[in-house]
């Protein structure tokens, strides 16, 4: 039984937290959530976190990190409560902010680039899935520099903006 004050959050919260999105996006954000319940309860816990961190190659995350993580939540996190939780990030939210935060998931120091091969590896093998021809298109628009990174900072900007920043 999930505490009072999650119980009452999350039934409020989820009286229209499914208008808030498009089917499609729904059924993304339901195989976002099915991937990251490693061990298929319903429910995403401190375990299904570290072993979605260790799934990505992040092997050696902080207790404290995963702590605070959980601490956003209400209460326990099913669908309803992790949708509800994307619904508040993303509302108001700017697009390019948004975008760049995913990619930094995957770059804790924060370097602003990503090896080619684990970029095409995510995106030709979660959620959904890039062809090999959408590859070399992003490839050919974005060419990773001469060590094999991707510079996914100027990615995001020409995403959003339309064309490139300036170098400095």
């Known amino acids: 039984m999930a505490p009072k004050k999650a119980k009452k959050r999350a039934e409020g919260a989820s009286s229209n937290v499914f208008s808030m999105f498009e089917q499609a996006q729904i059924q993304e954000f339901k195989e976002a959530f099915t991937i990251m319940d490693q061990n298929r309860d319903g429910f995403i816990d401190k375990n299904d976190l570290r072993d ?3 799934a990505l ?3 050696n995350v902080k207790q404290e990190e995963l702590d605070e993580m959980l601490k956003e939540a209400p209460g326990p996190i099913n669908f309803t409560v992790f ?3 994307f619904g508040e990030k993303l509302k108001g939210a700017d ?3 948004t975008i760049l935060n995913a990619f ?3 770059d804790p120091e924060g370097k602003g680039t990503l090896k080619k091969d684990f970029v095409t590896e995510m995106l030709t093998t979660q959620a959904d899935r890039f062809s090999r021809e959408e590859m070399d298109q992003m490839f050919e628009a ?3 520099d001469v ?3 991707l ?3 100027n990615l995001v900007y020409v995403i959003t903006h339309g064309e490139e920043k300036d170098q400095e």
């Open 147 to 149: 060590a094999g990174n």
């Open 151 to 153: 510079d996914y900072k």
């Open 95 to 97: 697009a390019e902010e």
């Open 83 to 85: 949708l509800t939780m």
């Open 142 to 144: 974005f060419p990773p």
């Open 104 to 106: 930094k998931v995957f």
């Open 52 to 54: 979605t961190f260790a």
């Open 57 to 59: 190659g992040r092997l």
